[in-house]
């Protein structure tokens, strides 16, 4: 059996790869039922009132129920929360509770927040536009909080800016 190789990354792929983002456990919720998901392609887009934009891929069942409802959350996650990571990485079907295990609180219109994340904010949404591969939404912050102060917000890099 031939060993595999990963091909090399373009150097384009590596310079988007450096654009550093935050982490994020992004919300909403449909009906009765809540779900949640790893983001990294949030960023504020306004002071007055103060905006920020998401990029959600279009095969996300949540990108349809932000559609829908108009509104979502996002727990800012802090350096070190690699757990939160893991968990919501993998993904879910659609049965599955993605909040089994975790303390949950209702601070947000938008969807549920997590409790040990460093903040949260809670999002209306002011519109969106296709990006390609991805559902670019601007929203605006309609609400917000800090829980953990003195934590610093997790940043992440890529190595190749063409795969999460």
Known sequence: ?????????????????????GLFIFTSRHHDRAGGLLASWVQQAGFDPPMLTVALRHDRPLTAWVAESGAFALSQLADGQKHLIRHFARGFRPDDDPFAGLAVRDDA??????????????????GALDGGDHRIVLARVVGGAVFAPDAEPMVHVRRNGFHY
């Open 1 to 21: 059996m031939e060993p595999t190789t990963t091909p090399p990354i373009s150097p384009l792929g590596q310079a988007l790869g450096r654009l550093p983002s």
């Open 109 to 126: 219109r938008g969807g549920p927040v997590l409790a040990e994340a460093l903040a949260f904010l809670d999002l209306e949404v002011a």
